[in-house]
Nanobody, 121 residues
């Protein structure tokens, strides 16, 4: 069974920084795109940032210039460095990874359990 294990959330003051990490529970045959979504109470889940297997990145407009996504393929881990945090960044952050668990398997999207980020004003 594939699990994505997230860490790094917490409480921070506005203007502060946090770094989220998300790692697969075991080695996979192939990991494609990885990324982060977030969901605030009463709102829909929205894409924050994504990174392909060849390190092409995509950011939502509301985090450009403040957040940086990166990955370490040797560790099957994706990171989200969040700087200049704002109260409106408060949400539950979910990582995902598009994974082939073996050669003949389809590429499926797997999700982390979510990690809470709270930014106080």
């Amino acid at each position: 069974q594939v699990q994505l294990e997230e860490s790094g959330g917490g409480l921070v003051q506005a203007g502060g920084s946090l770094r989220l990490s998300c790692a697969t529970s075991r080695d996979m045959f192939s990991i494609g795109a990885m990324g982060w979504y977030r969901q605030a109470p009463g709102k829909q889940r929205e894409l924050v940032a994504a990174i392909t297997s060849d390190d092409s990145t995509n950011y939502a407009d509301f985090v450009k210039g403040r957040f940086t996504i990166s990955r370490d393929n040797a560790k099957n881990t994706v990171y989200l460095q969040m700087n200049s945090l704002k109260p409106e960044d408060t949400a539950n952050y979910y990582c995902y990874a598009d994974i082939k668990v073996h050669l003949l398997a389809p590429r499926d999207r797997y999700w982390g359990q979510g990690t809470q980020v709270t930014v106080s004003s």
